[in-house]
């Protein structure tokens, strides 16, 4: 993981983005879905450089939680893992405000998550894999009226699991549309 660097070059935040950057870091992570409500947008145009803490500190909890997680890892199947259930409320809310902040922001090809991003696409968890394949989405995507041509560039690891999410995907299409070309009648 690598870890995003302040900007050489000083950058003026707004004070409401630094109060709200403030009561993110100054919050364990683990506890930001029980202190703060649902993350909104309310700044105006962003830049992805004053988030840098916040985004430092939410990569500082997925160390912390899913690389130490076999189950994400998709190591010592059947699914048991004995770091007991996943924080689905505090990764929820930490997936939801990565998206909005980076939808909101210029400079989005600054966020470096996306090895994280990728073990939560095997969490059983099925709100907190689509979560985290919407911020997947929303940082790759271009910002509207960029002209520039960078394209996403994965790790085998990341393109082996959206390929297999997407022959998941197409094998539940052709089942449901077998299903629906048969009457919708079940075979036993």
């Not at 699914?79 to 909101?104: K, T, V």
């Not at 002209?147 to 790790?155: K, S």
Request: aromatic share 6%.
């Amino acid at each position: 993981m690598v870890k995003v660097s302040p900007p050489k070059k000083k950058v003026d935040t707004p004070s409401a983005v630094k109060a709200m950057v403030d009561q993110i870091v100054s919050t364990p992570a683990g506890h930001l879905s029980a202190v703060f409500p649902p993350f909104a947008w309310a700044f105006g145009k962003g830049d992805f450089q004053h988030w840098i803490t916040v985004f430092n500190h939410f990569d500082d909890y997925f160390v912390e939680v899913v690389e130490k997680r076999k189950d994400l890892r998709l190591e010592g199947l059947p699914r048991e893992d004995p770091a007991g259930p996943i924080p689905s409320a505090a990764l929820a809310w930490i997936l939801h405000a990565s998206r909005i902040i980076l939808e909101n922001c210029t400079n989005r090809q600054l966020y470096a998550s996306s090895e994280h991003l990728c073990s939560l696409l095997a969490c059983d968890d099925v709100e907190i894999a689509l979560a985290a394949l919407s911020l997947l989405a929303t940082s790759t995507r271009r910002p509207p009226g960029s002209r520039a041509n960078a394209r996403f560039q994965a790790d085998a690891t990341l393109r082996s699991r959206l390929l297999a999410l997407c022959s998941g995907l197409a094998d539940s299409r052709e089942s449901t549309s077998g299903a629906a070309a048969d009457g919708g009648a079940s075979t036993p």
